[in-house]
């Protein structure tokens, strides 16, 4: 197909996508289907919409567009020397390399219909190409990952396994040949079907070898460009894990850099993407800016980490005594992000590795990296105005930045806290694994619930000031209004919705009568610490089908909750930010550049 027939094919087959309100036909194995087709419907088969319907699809796409309000993320350039500059310069372009890995990741068409999109001279692609920056994809992340371009359905496996494998297929393959547990169930492997229909486990080192590769000599540039000895060890580390598959060093090294100015979070980490099993890690990326004096003032919590975990509300055998001393906590400035880190709903705050063994490690542990211009950005934006939509005027007023922050650090602290390693029918296996794919809804809906509980009882122990107790609770109430409107399926707005029934049953969010929620200051304590222990008993005894069984009874919008989000929709307040990266003045280093130009005019 010609190119310029082939762009007037995707704009149609997406306005008649949009015409039949997005009714997909029934979605083909990606694998075996020709790429420049993306769906069933072409140009050539129906008639192009009326332009009236045109006028529909298009303001769809704009209207999801503004759902997302620009925000410039500033960051102090000043802190930064030349050859950190050019450091810098050597991550970001890393970074991008990310990008590509996740595009691949999420639908081997995205490529295709990003290199289609930008070559279009039909000025209405500039609108979808931008959407499809924002969603890494033609999938709506708010809406079910519903397609806004006429390609089949998303898989939910995305592209870490066959099309059509089946969970039951999977644990089949496994149960007949254990010795390739490992690899199938880890994060680092994706599962293919060879020509005799056999699976097999292929490393990221090698699926993604194209671009591990360039990313992997940009890191040890920017390791020789360093003066921290630390970070560099830990850029080398993570260059070398990109060709060895192996990230136990480089999970290690991350988690003791110290001392730093440039803060960095590069590799597979995340398995939210895999909404089939829960197993496999997506690339992402961050590339930051430390403020030294609040990181090192906030690391003074990480010495009560010991008796959060004896505080817990669970059997002291269920606890997990065994994470490793080391958790240090950085507050950043964002100036980059890449891969899964910026698709869709931007992160606040991340608790990194996953992996149990350096979490458990005694020189290991988890690092928890709070991004300071991201929570500005959310919280002038967007929670200002949803709290007084949902919060009683007497309450209203709790609702403050300091807390917002507040919660998402002790979020991230709680991720490091409860049963990581467990014991089940007499083997020793994970929480993830036994969970699989609901595991992320339940883990956030416990760091969410413990960041609540944490906070309390760092306020008993006299760490946080007692005056902020109804502060924290109500600003999470509000708080819960911000982030179910992700998209019902995604893992943080599920958790946030089971939160908001749990504690509506329990009556410690009362409704009162006019459209808006209080918090019962007698009732929340003990509805939290109930709900805390309900949800690390599930995770402590790997229970799948109760998790199951407690995301169908409490993981739905009640009619008052959606009519509450209806409200905020109306009010057209945005439901995130678009981070706009300022990266003037990083540019490639001059020798580099230099010694590109010679050898090319010596050519």
């Not at 209207?63 to 350039?77: L, Y």
């Not at 090294?253 to 590799?267: A, E, P, Y």
């Not at 009732?523 to 709900?531: F, M, P």
């Amino acid at each position: 197909m010609k190119r310029s027939s082939f762009t007037a094919t995707l704009l149609a087959a997406f306005l008649l996508l949009q015409a039949h309100g997005c009714k997909q036909k029934p979605a083909a194995e990606e694998e075996t289907m020709p790429i420049e087709t993306y769906g069933a419907t072409t140009a050539e088969e129906e008639p192009a919409p009326p332009p009236d319907t045109k006028f529909m699809a298009w303001q769809y796409v704009k209207d999801t567009i503004e759902k997302f309000e620009p925000h410039e993320m500033s960051w102090n350039r000043d802190l930064l020397d030349d050859r950190q500059k050019a450091a810098l310069w050597h991550l970001v372009e890393a970074s991008r390399l990310m990008d590509e890995i996740f595009l691949r990741q999420v639908s081997l068409r995205n490529a295709q219909i990003r290199t289609d999109l930008e070559k279009s001279d039909d000025p209405a692609a500039e609108d979808l190409l931008h959407l499809f920056g924002i969603m890494a994809g033609p999938y709506n992340r708010l809406e079910h990952n519903k397609p806004f371009i006429n390609v089949p359905n998303k898989r939910k496996g995305a592209t870490f396994y066959p099309g059509n494998m089946t969970k039951d297929e999977f644990e089949e393959w496994i149960a007949g040949n254990p010795d390739v547990e490992e690899s199938f169930r880890g994060p680092f492997h994706v599962i293919r079907r060879t020509e005799e229909k056999r699976l097999v486990a292929v490393p990221y080192s090698r699926e993604y070898a194209e671009w591990l590769e360039p990313a992997a000599e940009h890191l040890r540039e920017a390791a020789a460009l360093v003066d921290n000895p630390s970070l560099a060890r830990y850029l080398e580390s993570r260059a070398d894990a990109f060709g060895s598959n192996d990230y136990f060093q480089s999970d290690m090294d991350w988690v003791n850099v110290k001392d730093h100015t440039l803060d960095v979070t590069i590799g597979p980490y995340e398995v939210y993407e895999d909404e089939l099993l829960g197993y496999k890690a997506a690339f992402e990326s961050y590339v930051c800016l430390r403020d030294p004096e609040q990181s090192r003032e906030l690391e003074k919590i990480k010495e009560y980490l010991p008796a959060m975990e004896e505080n817990l509300p669970i059997p002291e055998e269920h606890q997990n005594k065994k994470r490793g001393a080391k958790s240090p906590v950085a507050v950043v400035d964002l100036i980059y992000s890449a891969g899964d880190a910026k698709a869709g709903v931007q992160t606040l705050a991340f608790n990194l590795p996953n992996d149990e063994t350096v979490r458990e490690h005694p020189e290991g542990g988890a690092k928890k990296v709070i991004l300071r211009n991201m929570m500005n950005g959310k919280f002038d934006a967007i929670m200002t105005k949803i709290s007084p939509m949902v919060t009683t005027p007497e309450q209203v007023e709790k609702v403050t930045f300091d807390q917002f922050f507040g919660h998402t650090l002790m979020h991230e602290i709680s991720h490091s806290l409860g049963p990581g390693t467990i014991v089940k029918d007499g083997e020793e296996t994970e929480v993830s694994r036994e969970l699989k794919e609901l595991y992320p809804t339940i883990e956030e809906a416990k760091a969410d619930t413990l960041g609540m509980y944490n906070s309390i009882y760092l306020v008993e122990q006299g760490f946080f000031d007692p005056g902020i107790r109804e502060s924290v609770y109500i600003t999470f109430m509000a708080g819960t209004f911000r982030s179910v409107r992700f998209g019902a399926n995604e893992a943080h707005a599920k958790a946030n919705i089971i939160i908001f029934n749990y504690l509506v049953e329990k009556g410690a969010y009362q409704d009162d009568g006019g459209g808006r929620f209080r918090v019962d200051m007698d009732e929340i304590d003990g509805a939290v610490r109930d709900l805390a222990h309900d949800l690390l008993m599930l995770e402590a005894t790997g229970d799948y089908e109760g998790s199951r069984s407690f995301i169908e009874k409490y993981g739905t919008m009640s009619p008052t909750m959606e009519a509450l989000v209806d409200a905020i929709n109306d009010a057209d307040i945005p439901v995130d930010i678009e981070p706009v990266f300022d990266l003037e003045g990083i540019e490639k280093p001059e020798e580099e550049a230099t010694g590109e130009d010679d050898a090319a005019s010596s050519g």
